[in-house]
């Protein structure tokens, strides 16, 4: 009973505590209260969830081989594997140490699953679509973004003034351009660049231009974590006779690196999001997929279902990656306590 | 025997007519104890902060471990090859957070000397045993207190098996009640026949441990002596303002 | 010895990095030679001969293409310095609830914020366009005469029409804007120190004065570089324009490549464009700055 009125107590002092915040929290109690209800209306009675459940594969795999669509199925049920080991933290600490190199491989491993060769009949990219496609993008660009735009950082601070320049212009020109033409360039450019005969499929081209576009963000922010590095670190490493190398490698790097992760992380959702971006320059990916089922006859007018299932997995898979890579700290440095 | 460090008239300016360093000679001989006294801002640092390398200086010679420094553009290597040999331990610690304190002090021998893993973490211990702190080497800096971390830096430095050990106001940045317990590691390390250049405020082992006190002011040497004479008969008006500056507080 | 070693670093870098584009550059002339194409820019001269559905210029598609990318310019401005007002002041008052006393609306800004955030941009602005604009049967009208009605024709706002385009773009391009912004808000009142929320309370000021007076003038200078690359993503992102058929800058361009077939000037172009508008809002934020802070110490 005292439990309940210091409930109630509270209630008026976080909300009700004058005439003003009365009805401000009255007007939001309400506006909530319609919303909600005239979503579970529509939820209950008016919205057909046929269009999700008959193309959920299409969603899933985009118009992979019917016969081969085990090979995407375990590439993504891997991702929720990995995802849960990391989350929960294994007792053992190989597994433990090992998390990161399973990360790193992830994305390989899904260029392996999904084009074949070695033992797995070959598929096109141009069968390759849905989540599975939005994860390939994200994992792959993220892989090869991320040492690209650690080399950017060290040159933007290194003493050799070519060097510094050329990093310099680089991120700064490529953090000037907006992302969709970097992308539209990339599909039309990068063949040009190529020697004559030589062509690449789009989704590697997508994967060149996300790369080269994220790496100039994620310099400044390596660059951010390195200038909160205070300078008698450096001259620690410098008393005990290390080499320049081994001091930006051994103490300032893994340092520079931890500052940076949460920004570091905002970047990877930021990437997995504007993978989106393809579905308007020709891939279909998970947005590209929704964009040809709404263009079908037989679900015409169906944006509401097909926008709220795309946001549900955009936000999930978002907030899953935030997670990860906050787990993912946690378990190497505990590898490293009880060592 | 030959000096450790032999400097010939070093100076130093950071602008026109400030001097870091005026016109310093000073030799230290092996085995010696030389503590650098004096007001803030009067060069200390920047004294044995040129001894390996960290300040450049102007003009003048040092000579160090029987290797010449130049007063600009020295070689890398060169200065390298003094930093191996030459131990020291900053105000403010300087442990690597990252790393737990056992890897703090096997970075180096690893890394630079090339030993092995087993043998550097083996004497890694046994110099934590040394500091009475052995039983932290899996915990991280952050989780030690101050008094400890100094330790942890100072067995960091011994680790390289240096001929001289350079110490920039090593308690400084302590708790009154964790001083001791530094000062009394230093003390065993003179004992056993250190070569050390430590830049101090504590009196009293400037009195027991010091076999010569060097005072500076405004980048100048303004008397070096032996503690005896030091602390009760210092030769000049400003050494002896300073010393009741100290002892007043 | 040091200077002469970086010397040499230097000069194979920059041979490495002649020596790449070298090659870059000879694939390209080898491939413009194969398609035939060559490098000008003649043709900007030339009729676009294709309509526009938004000009605030008289535009005909007789027009040259230099013409159309001009007024493809000015259609992003457009956008561009209305969804950066729109956005500032949904975001501000958005994060002004975040750190407010009142709970049930630190909640919603929060959910707001997350939701917001964690979806694309794109997906948006889709839903602004063909669920929430051309979604509506009949024209809302605002309470108040003729102060804004809302079909799925466009909006009529005070005797302004909008288009329907514009208007979706606007609404998506300031409300995912507004969720950083709101953040870059909240972090700036949140670095002024505690003490000074307790010694304006504890002279007896009103909350909002205590608000309006103290903290807000104390956290400017910390939310300022941060509004300001959110206005410089707003203009990049701002090219999203082209997937609800507004004519910007982007779209235009695009339009012409597809007509012309040059790639590499039209990469150009917009490489141009963008680092002048970037130009445009970090000098114009510069100078609010310099503004802002004559007033704070006069």
Redesign the interface.
């Known amino acids: 009973m005292k439990n309940r009125y210091s409930q109630i107590k509270n209630l008026k002092r976080v909300a009700f505590s004058n005439t003003v915040d009365s009805i401000v929290s009255l007007i939001i109690i309400s506006i909530g209260i319609t919303t909600l209800l005239t979503l579970s209306k529509w939820m209950i009675f008016s919205a057909n969830w046929s269009v999700v459940s008959i193309n959920l594969p299409l969603f899933l795999f985009g118009s992979f081989p019917n016969d081969q669509l085990w090979r995407p199925g375990l590439w993504i049920s891997l991702f929720a594997i990995f995802s849960l080991i990391t989350i929960l933290g294994p007792q053992w600490s190989w597994l433990r140490k090992s998390l990161l190199l399973l990360w790193i491989s992830y994305g390989p491993l899904g260029v392996f699953l999904l084009a074949g060769g070695i033992g797995l009949s070959s598929v096109e990219s141009q069968n390759w679509g849905g989540l599975t496609l939005t994860i390939l993008l994200t994992s792959c660009s993220a892989i090869f973004s991320l040492p690209l735009g650690i080399a950017l950082a060290l040159g933007r601070q290194s003493t050799l003034p070519i060097v510094k320049n050329l990093s310099s212009i680089y991120i700064d020109v490529m953090r000037s351009i907006p992302l969709i033409a970097v992308l539209f360039f990339g599909q039309l450019l990068i063949p040009l660049f190529l020697p004559v005969g030589l062509e690449i499929d789009r989704v590697s081209r997508a994967i060149i231009a996300f790369t080269l576009f994220v790496s100039a963000y994620i310099a400044e922010d390596v660059r951010g974590g390195l200038q909160s590095i205070s300078r008698t670190q450096k001259e620690a490493g410098e008393v005990l006779g290390l080499h320049p190398f081994q001091i930006t490698c051994l103490i300032i790097l893994p340092q520079a690196l931890r500052v940076a992760l949460p920004s570091l992380t905002n970047q990877a959702v930021g990437l997995l999001q504007n993978t989106s971006l393809m579905a308007i320059l020709g891939l279909v990916e998970l947005l590209g997929v929704g964009r040809s089922v709404l263009a079908n006859p037989e679900f015409i007018g169906r944006y509401i279902e097909v926008y709220l299932l795309l946001a549900a997995i955009y936000w999930i898979l978002g907030t899953l990656m935030a997670l990860i890579a906050r787990h993912l700290e946690q378990q190497l440095t505990l590898e490293k306590k009880d060592l | 025997m030959p000096p450790i460090i032999k400097a010939t008239k070093l100076t130093k300016s950071y602008s026109k007519g400030i001097f870091a360093l005026d016109n310093i000679s000073i030799s230290v001989e092996p085995g010696e104890v030389l503590v650098v006294m004096g007001p803030s801002g009067s060069g200390k640092s920047t004294l044995i902060r040129t001894f390996?390398g960290?300040e450049t200086f102007d003009s003048g010679q040092l000579n160090v471990l029987g290797i010449p420094l130049e007063s600009q553009?020295n070689?890398?290597r060169n200065i390298?090859r003094i930093?191996?040999r030459?131990?020291?331990v900053?105000q403010?610690f300087?442990?690597?957070?990252?790393l737990?304190i056992?890897d703090n002090i096997t970075?180096?021998p690893i890394?630079?000397q090339k030993r092995k893993k087993m043998e550097a973490e083996q004497n890694a211990l046994s110099l934590l045993s040394q500091m009475g702190i052995a039983s932290h080497a899996?915990k991280?800096p952050s989780q030690l207190s101050g008094g400890e971390q100094q330790r942890v830096a100072i067995a960091?430095?011994l680790a390289?098996k240096p001929e001289l050990l350079l110490f920039d106001e090593p308690t400084s940045a302590l708790d009154p009640e964790r001083v001791n317990e530094v000062l009394d590691a230093m003390r065993r390390l003179a004992e056993q026949g250190m070569s050390m250049v430590v830049v101090t405020h504590e009196i009293n082992f400037a009195k027991e441990v010091g076999d010569r006190i060097l005072f500076m002011d405004s980048g100048k040497v303004i008397e070096t002596s032996t503690p005896d004479i030091f602390f009760l008969n210092a030769k000049h008006e400003r050494s002896r303002k300073f010393l009741n500056q100290i002892k007043n507080k | 010895m040091k200077i002469s070693y970086n010397a040499i670093a230097q000069l194979l870098i920059a041979l490495l990095v002649i020596f790449v584009i070298c090659i870059l550059i000879n694939n390209l002339t080898l491939n413009l030679i194969k398609t035939g194409l060559g490098f000008s820019f003649a043709w900007l001269f030339r009729p676009a001969s294709f309509a526009l559905a938004e000009h605030p210029l008289p535009y005909s598609p007789s027009d040259s293409y230099a013409w159309a990318l001009f007024i493809g310019w000015l259609n992003s401005l457009k956008v561009i310095f209305y969804s950066l007002l729109l956005a500032t002041l949904i975001g501000t008052c958005v994060g002004l609830f975040r750190v407010g006393k009142n709970a049930l609306l630190r909640i919603v800004s929060a959910g707001y914020i997350a939701i917001i955030r964690q979806t694309p941009l794109l997906l948006q602005l889709m839903f602004w366009y063909f669920v929430a604009i051309l979604g509506i049967k009949e024209t809302i009208t605002s309470p108040i005469g003729d102060l804004l009605s809302i079909s799925n024709q466009g909006t009529n706002f005070l005797g302004i029409k909008l288009s329907a385009e514009f208007t979706s773009l606007l609404i998506g391009l300031s409300v995912f804007t507004s969720a950083y912004i709101a953040e870059v808000v909240r972090g700036g009142i949140n670095s002024v120190q505690k003490g000074q929320w307790e010694s304006f309370r504890s002279l007896g000021l009103r909350e909002s004065t205590g608000l309006y007076k103290i903290i807000i003038p104390q956290a400017l200078p910390a939310i300022l570089p941060g509004l300001t690359s959110q206005y410089l993503n707003l203009a990049k992102n701002s090219t999203l324009a082209i997937a609800v058929g507004y004519s910007d800058i982007y779209a235009i361009n695009d339009t012409i490549i597809n007509q012309t077939g040059r790639p590499i000037e039209g990469f150009i172009i917009l490489l141009l464009s963008f680092l002048f508008l970037n130009l445009l809002i970090s000098n114009g934020m510069e100078l609010l700055n310099s503004m802002i802070t004559k007033s704070n110490n006069p």
């Open positions: 390996n960290l553009n070689e890398e390298r930093r191996k030459v131990g020291m900053f403010q300087n442990l690597f957070p990252h737990s056992l970075l180096a890394k630079v899996k991280y960091r430095a390289l």
